[in-house]
């Protein structure tokens, strides 16, 4: 079946670590983003790409990185700087901008 | 920058009623606007893509309304189900803008 992968579905980091969230589409789409949600706040845009080996920070990109070597793929570091990261991390994809949206199941960051 | 608000922030309703979640943006220069819902502790699945030219869009017992010199969407749920329990996240594509704006969301519930 097409669609949007993400993993792991949990993750716990400890203070300092890095951690790479993973994302992965089998929907041949040129777009993909990365979101993240906090309890009773809407999506917030961390990083998009448009196309392979490109990608544009979004409105809260600090203390995040993410890398798009391969079109299906377009996983997102959360690094040590990321001073707030406990939330819930949205992945998704589009045919190109302007069009239908699919988000992956997301996936959970804790730390502890 | 374009804000996003929906009202209610949270609905109850008994079977088989007919509601309209509100959604208003502050930049009335959009692309599309995009009505999602969201399951707990799940992604968002897209449920209807309105482009700017156009006024509505409808799926099954969703109707959306996009009126955009006013800056207003609504989404109309005929005969209201059980399974129609989620929150409901309207969300904005700018002409100046590279991924979606979303609101905080509706959160639903129908009573049986």
């Known amino acids: 079946d097409g669609g949007i992968t993400q993993s792991p579905k949990y993750l716990f980091r400890k203070e300092g670590q890095n951690v790479t969230l993973s994302c992965e589409q089998n929907l041949n789409h040129d777009a993909m983003y990365w979101y993240r949600q906090d309890p009773g706040q809407g999506l917030r845009l961390i990083y998009y790409s448009q196309i392979v080996n490109d990608f544009q920070k979004g409105d809260i990109a600090e203390g995040y990185s993410v890398s798009r070597e391969k079109k299906e793929s377009f996983p997102l570091t959360v690094t040590s700087a990321q001073k707030n990261p406990t939330a819930f991390y949205l992945c998704a994809s589009s045919i190109t901008d302007g069009n239908t949206i699919y988000f992956g199941e997301g996936s959970w960051l804790t730390v502890v | 920058k374009q804000e996003v608000t929906q009202i209610p922030a949270a609905l109850s309703v008994p079977e088989g009623e007919n509601l309209v979640l509100n959604c208003s943006f502050t930049d009335s220069a959009i692309y599309n606007l995009q009505w999602f819902r969201q399951d707990p502790g799940k992604g968002l699945t897209s449920l209807l893509l309105i482009q700017s030219s156009q006024r509505e869009q409808t799926s099954g017992r969703l109707n959306a309304s996009l009126d955009k010199s006013s800056g207003r969407s609504t989404l109309y749920i005929a005969a209201s189900q059980p399974g129609d329990s989620a929150t409901y996240l309207c969300?904005?594509?700018?002409?100046?803008?590279?991924?979606?704006?979303f609101g905080k969301g509706t959160s639903l519930l129908v009573t049986p």
């Open positions: 969300a904005v594509e700018s002409n100046s803008g590279y991924a979606l704006n």
